[in-house]
């Protein structure tokens, strides 16, 4: 990797081993920007408070070591990244200003990718991890990462399930809560779809009523008014000597056929007053029928007035005109059998729901018997890696339990509490040595023996979950004299299959390492490109020296670094 612009950082390379690299130095050197550099080429959160003071951005730049069908190179090529001579190129840009950029293989993209290539390229481990591991729902989740598809596969179903299970529930609470409201609604609806029953109105009926009532409360007038004009066009029988249309109109087409003959203009408008004296006698005749069908029966008026009232009283309530009564009526059939159906909907729901949770009793079930097998070989393994880091009277077990509910599901013959992971809580519990009660790691274990166990932990992981490279961020603190020597011998021993980087403070570790690394401030309190050296023969003795007994020339701590070198190259 190289480092611009990063803490304090001014410019500097880490060149790491492919076996084991330790990464050692004065407490505030910047050995942590190591492992900080190292999250952000693996898509970490950008920090703009990583920028070095006066600086415009910090970059880190890695070149990743990958076989051309590992499952990064695939991703890498997907999203059109190109390997350089089976290398992957990695730079992430963050500003000062909190903007931050990612390139893999050339090509620019999202920050997201290069979380998705961390998890197949690199496993993290630190204080921040130990502190993590100790809440029960993280060792859960580290317990069902062991066990694999055993858990995977039910979990998955389970989850589901569950999901499922909780929109069922949901509704059900809904329609049940809103029963009162929905029973209040539907009687509402009820007692009006009656009340349009009940006057049964027609289609576009208030207009043809209104019209009708119009015509019957006039008609003395209409049928007074019909007969003048019928007397007006066809004469009056009882004043026989009056003058009509007809008469007149008959007397001009009399007078225009005499002569027609002398002029066509003449005789076509002869045809025309023709045309006009038939039309006259229709409107005649059609005025007589009026007057003769004009109803003025009263009886018929108030009947026409009752029925409009009627219909009035329906467009008060439900539209402002019958067909808006209707189409009320319409959506209110289609609603009203909607609230009819919650019961059917409640039964429906109701047996859903029982169905729901004996599936999701059945498959808590096989999540716990999964749990119960992966813990006992999770466990069990464990305890063999305590057993070469020193504590080999200390025995690890974990504690799958479950809590009680009469609202739960059943596992185990009773009803328990359950959430979207199952039913069950997962403990791990140490008991340091022979005789002890087993306790929560939290509380059973002092600082060295915690992160022995958790170091143990990542071990057992390292078999089931392989990445080809492992960084401990100072997982050994709180440990020394043997146990600090077995914790580097079971690293060493990691880094045979796999590459290792830890960043440490012990020298019983450091002497293990391939490779050691240090990193030092100039005067001016920066890292600078020669501030990360590796460390070879008489340096690396100095380096082991000062760690030892904080003096470099100390001849004691230099035969106690020179006996730990030999006695890690005899063990390697």
Known sequence: ??????????????????????????????????????????????????????????????????????????????????????????????????????????????????????????????????????RPARQRQALDRYAGDAVAVPLEKYAGAYRRLRAVSAELDTITTRARERAQEADLLRFGLEEVAAVAPLPGEDAELAAEAERLGHAESLASAAQAAHAALAGDVEDPEGVDANTLVAGAHRALEAVRSHDPVLGGLADRIAELGILLGDVAGELAGYADDLDADPLRLAAVEERRAALTQLTRKYGDSVDAVLEWAQKGSA????????????????????????????????????????????????????????????????????TEDPDGVEVGGRPVAYGPAGADEVELLLAPHPGAQPRPIAKGASGGELSRVMLAVEVVFAGTTPVPTYLFDEVDAGVGGKAAVEIGRRLAKLAKTAQVVVVTHLPQVAAFADRQLLVEKTVDGSVTRSGVTVLEGEDRIRELSRMLAGQEDSQTARAHAEELLAAARADG
């Open 1 to 134: 990797m190289r480092i611009r612009s990063l803490g304090v950082i001014d410019d500097a390379v880490v060149e790491l081993s492919p076996g084991f690299t330790a990464v050692t130095g004065e407490t505030g050197a910047g050995k942590t920007m190591v492992v900080t550099s190292l999250g952000l080429l693996l898509g970490g959160r950008a920090d703009p408070a990583l920028v070095r003071i006066g600086a415009k951005a910090a970059v880190v730049e890695g070149r990743v070591v990958l076989r051309p069908d590992a499952a990064a190179a695939v991703r890498a090529e997907e999203a059109g990244a190109e390997l350089d001579e089976g290398a992957l190129l990695i730079s992430r840009t963050v500003s000062a200003e909190g903007r931050s950029r990612a390139h893999v293989g050339g090509r620019s993209v999202p920050v997201g990718l290069l979380s998705e290539l961390a998890d197949d390229l690199v496993a993290v481990h630190g204080q921040t991890d130990q502190q993590g591991l100790l």
């Open 335 to 402: 609603r009203l059998l909607e609230l009819d159906g919650d019961d059917e909907r409640i039964e429906e729901l109701t047996a859903e729901r029982d169905a729901l949770r004996a599936e999701l009793s059945q498959l808590a079930q096989a999540l716990t018997d999964a749990r119960v097998e992966a813990a006992e070989r999770f466990a069990s393994a464990v305890t063999a890696e305590l057993a070469s880091l020193a504590m080999p009277h200390a025995r690890v077990t974990i504690d799958i339990r479950q």
